[in-house]
Nanobody
Framework: QLQLVEFGGGSVQAGDSLRLSCAAS????????MGWFRQGPGKEREFVAH????????FYSDAVKGRFTISRDNAKNMVYLQMNNLKPEDTAKYYC????????????????WGQGTQVFVSS
């Protein structure tokens, strides 16, 4: 099991950039697929991006592809989400998640979750 803590959220204007970070506790962080999900006001939680455990391959939702970049530093037990050209529709609480098995875009495949960090993008 991993314990996950997100930070780096805040209030920005459309077009700005923000980097979210997720700190993981645990000795085998490098074995976990790491994902970012978000939940906007009045919306269901949705997939944003994930990165594989061994080769660091990334996959993105269509909504963020080309604007967001997920990365990880296994030596520091960290995963990041660089968000560029933010839009008001990116306003959401962003969650870091982890699982040992699946490079998945489905939240039910993840069994480790952080508490989330809020991002607000004004127009």
């Amino acid at each position: 099991q991993l314990q996950l803590v997100e930070f780096g959220g805040g209030s920005v204007q459309a077009g700005d950039s923000l980097r979210l970070s997720c700190a993981a506790s645990g000795r085998v962080f490098w074995r976990y697929v790491m994902g970012w999900f978000r939940q906007g006001p009045g919306k269901e939680r949705e997939f944003v991006a994930h990165i594989t455990a061994d080769d660091g391959l990334a996959f993105y939702s269509d909504a963020v592809k080309g604007r967001f970049t997920i990365s990880r530093d296994n030596a520091k037990n960290m995963v990041y989400l660089q968000m560029n050209n933010l839009k008001p529709e990116d306003t959401a609480k962003y969650y870091c998640a982890a699982n040992r098995l699946y490079a998945s875009s489905e939240d039910h495949d993840y069994d480790n979750w952080g508490q989330g960090t809020q991002v607000f993008v004004s127009s």
